[in-house]
Nanobody, 125 residues
């Protein structure tokens, strides 16, 4: 069965960095567009970043542009999210997602085929 297992979350102070990883199995990772979502308490889950097979033209939500970088290692079936200059408002559960197809200008939950279980990121001021 499909498994997406996130790791790398934790607690950091504002201005710090974290790198999230998502190990994928049971799916055709090399042919899939992949994404990261996040959900803060009391808020809807939002798309943060997405990347397709060749890594060109990744998508970022405006609030993370210039601070977060999405990347992938196809031979290792692993998706990454490098997060820098973290802010308290980045505090959320972060989810890895395998997309059904590609993505448009906004990464929507309806694009998702499979979800990971999430990893918590907490940024203190």
């Amino acid at each position: 069965q499909v498994q997406l297992v996130e790791s790398g979350g934790g607690s950091v102070q504002a201005g710090g960095s974290l790198r999230l990883s998502c190990a994928a199995s049971g799916l055709d990772f090399s042919y899939r567009c992949m994404g990261w979502f996040r959900q803060a308490p009391g808020k809807e889950r939002e798309g943060v970043a997405a990347i397709c097979v060749n890594g060109e033209n990744p998508l970022y939500v405006d609030s993370v542009k210039g601070r977060f970088t999405i990347s992938r290692d196809n031979p290792k079936n692993t998706l990454y999210l490098q997060m820098a200059s973290l802010k308290p408002e980045d505090t959320a559960m972060f989810y890895c997602a395998a997309l059904k197809y590609g993505y448009g200008p906004i990464l929507r939950r309806s694009f998702v085929d499979y979800w990971g279980q999430g990893t918590q990121v907490t940024v203190s001021s």
